[in-house]
C-alpha cells in the first residue's frame, strides 16, 4: 500500500517538472522578445515565407468549400436576377429599334431640308487613377494629357453620361473639375421645350437649375443636355434628369456616378470660332435691296473769315477798287462796303493819324 502511494507521488512530480520548464521558457522568450524585437520579426517573416505553400495549399480547398457554401444562398437570387435581365434586355431592344428608326428620320429629312450637319466628335479614352474631394475643390485625375490631344475645356463622359471638364492638362495627365464642384457652371438645354439654363454645382450630389427666362414650367423627368453654347462643349452630350425641390426650385440628378467611373472619354469637339467679315458696300440696306447707293450732298465754299491785326490794316475778301486817298488827307478813309449779298468783314477801328510836323490843327 505504501509502495503504491510513492510510486503516485513520483508520478505526480514528474508531471509538474516539465510544466515548470515550459513556463520558465515562455517567460525567457518573452523577456528576449521585448529586448530583441527585430530578431523575432525577422524570424516570424522567414518562417512565414517558409511556410507560404504549404499555407496556399491547405488553404486552396478550404476557400473552395467556403466559395461552394456561400454560392448556395446565391442560387435563388442568379434566378432572379436572371429573369429581370432577360426582361431588361427585351426592353433595350425595344429603344434600340425606336432609335435606329428615328435616326434613318432625322437624316432624311436633313437631306430633304439640306441641312448642316452635326460637327463630327471624336474622343480618347483614358483612365481614372485619383480622385480629390476637398470642401471647395471636387476633381478627378485621368492618364492623358496634352501627349494625347487633351486640352483645357474638352468634356468628359462615360456611359452613362457627362461627368465634367478638363480644367488643368498636363504632357500625360489631365485633371477634371466635375459637374458638382462648386467652380461648375456649363450652358444646359432642358427637354422638352427647349428651355436654355445654367447649371450650377455646389459640392452636392445634384446641382442646381438657374433658368434665363422666368415664365418657364419645368416638369420632374425633363431631360437634362448640354447646350454647347460657346462652342466648347458638344451639343446633346446627356447629363441628367430634372427634380424639384421643396423650396421651388430645380435640381439634376445626374446619370452619371463620378465615384464608381473607372473608364472614361474626352470628347474633342472640333467647332473653330470664325470671325465675322467686315462690311463692304453690298451690305448696306439700301445696295441690300437693289437700290443705287446715295449720291453725296454737294459742298458748298463758304469764304474764310478775315482775321484783325492791332496796327495793320484789316484784310478782307477781293471787292471792286476803291478810290485812292487824297493826298495830304488827316485821317484814312474807311473801307468801301461790301455788297449785300457778299458777308459782311469787320475791321478794325480807325485810328487817328499823327499831326504834321508843321503842326497843322
Known amino acids: 500500500m505504501a509502495n503504491g502511494g510513492w510510486k503516485i507521488a513520483r508520478s505526480r512530480g514528474g508531471a509538474q517538472l516539465p510544466i515548470a520548464l515550459l513556463a520558465a521558457l515562455a517567460i525567457a522568450l518573452i523577456l528576449i522578445g521585448k529586448a530583441q524585437s527585430n530578431l523575432f520579426d525577422r524570424a516570424r517573416a522567414n518562417v512565414t515565407d517558409w511556410a507560404a505553400p504549404a499555407l496556399e495549399v491547405v488553404h486552396a480547398p478550404l476557400a473552395s468549400l467556403n466559395r461552394w457554401i456561400g454560392s448556395i444562398g446565391d442560387v435563388f437570387k442568379v434566378y432572379q436576377e436572371n429573369l429581370r435581365l432577360k426582361d431588361e434586355n427585351a426592353r433595350l431592344r425595344q429603344w434600340q429599334n425606336a432609335a435606329v428608326v428615328l435616326d434613318n428620320r432625322v437624316k432624311r429629312y436633313q437631306l430633304l431640308l439640306h441641312a448642316v450637319p452635326d460637327p463630327a466628335l471624336s474622343s480618347v479614352m483614358a483612365r481614372v487613377i485619383g480622385r480629390a474631394n476637398r470642401p471647395f475643390l471636387e476633381t478627378m485625375i485621368l492618364d492623358a494629357g496634352k501627349a494625347q490631344g487633351v486640352k483645357p475645356g474638352q468634356g468628359v463622359i462615360d456611359a452613362r453620361g457627362m461627368i465634367g471638364r478638363i480644367f488643368l492638362a498636363g504632357d500625360h495627365t489631365s485633371w477634371v473639375i466635375l459637374l458638382t ?113 446715295a449720291a453725296p450732298p454737294p459742298q458748298v465754299a463758304v469764304p474764310a473769315p478775315t482775321i484783325p491785326v492791332a496796327g495793320a490794316p484789316a484784310v478782307t475778301a477781293p471787292t471792286p477798287a476803291a478810290p485812292k486817298p487824297q493826298a495830304g488827307a488827316a485821317k484814312p478813309q474807311a473801307a468801301t462796303p461790301l455788297p449785300a449779298a457778299a458777308k459782311p468783314v469787320v475791321t478794325a477801328p480807325p485810328q487817328t493819324a499823327p499831326a504834321d510836323a508843321g503842326g497843322n490843327e
Open 181 to 293: 464642384d462648386l467652380n461648375s457652371r456649363i450652358p444646359v438645354t432642358i427637354q422638352p421645350g427647349n428651355v436654355q439654363a445654367i447649371m450650377a454645382g455646389d459640392n452636392s450630389s445634384a446641382p442646381t437649375l438657374d433658368l434665363l427666362s422666368q415664365n418657364v414650367r419645368l416638369h420632374p423627368g425633363d431631360q437634362v443636355v448640354s447646350s454647347g453654347d460657346g462652342g466648347l462643349l458638344p451639343p446633346g452630350l446627356a447629363i441628367g434628369t430634372v427634380v424639384e425641390t421643396g423650396s421651388g426650385g430645380y435640381r439634376v440628378v445626374l446619370l452619371a456616378d463620378p465615384a464608381s467611373s473607372e473608364d472614361v472619354n474626352i470628347v474633342d469637339f472640333k467647332l473653330k470660332a470664325e470671325t465675322p467679315p467686315g462690311v463692304t458696300p453690298s451690305d448696306l440696306p439700301a445696295t441690300a435691296a437693289g437700290l443705287p447707293p
